[in-house]
């Protein structure tokens, strides 16, 4: 998967998002509950998780992501310098924000692939729903 290169770099922290809602449309706000805070090499480590995500084809689901990614520079009351929503039933992410070129809004990713399969470990586990 490719991320916005430029973002990447800048990004210092991580909000994992467990999404309740949308985005309906592309570029609209996801809605939910923000379950984990990464930092520094936490974030980074994610990142390149998520960089790892091999494509696969696309699948009809009506794009229902569960989990999401809000990443930050080192500013906190700055806006997010990109968010990501991932839908694993159809193997989609969508990314947009101001970093965000928009031939990378939408991509496929191999969501049975086993980077995909450990990064929705992290995401769930962020969330405590292992463990617990």
């Not at 570029?27 to 998780?49: H, I, K, N, Q, Y």
């Amino acid at each position: 998967m490719k991320l916005p290169v430029s973002a990447v770099r800048a990004t210092d922290r991580l909000d994992v998002v467990r999404v309740s809602a949308g985005p309906q449309r592309l570029g609209e706000p996801m809605t939910g509950v923000v379950t984990a805070r990464w930092d520094g090499v936490e974030a980074s480590a994610a990142l390149t998780l998520i960089g790892k995500l091999p494509t696969a084809q696309q699948t009809l689901c009506g794009f229902a992501p569960g989990w999401g990614v809000r990443a930050y520079g080192e500013d906190p009351a700055a806006p997010p310098l990109f968010e990501a929503a991932f839908c694993y039933g159809c193997d989609e992410a969508w990314l947009w924000g101001p970093a965000v070129p928009e031939h990378l809004g939408r991509q496929q990713f191999d969501s049975d692939s086993p980077n995909a399969q450990y990064l929705l470990l992290r995401f769930r586990e962020a969330a405590g729903m292992i463990g617990s």
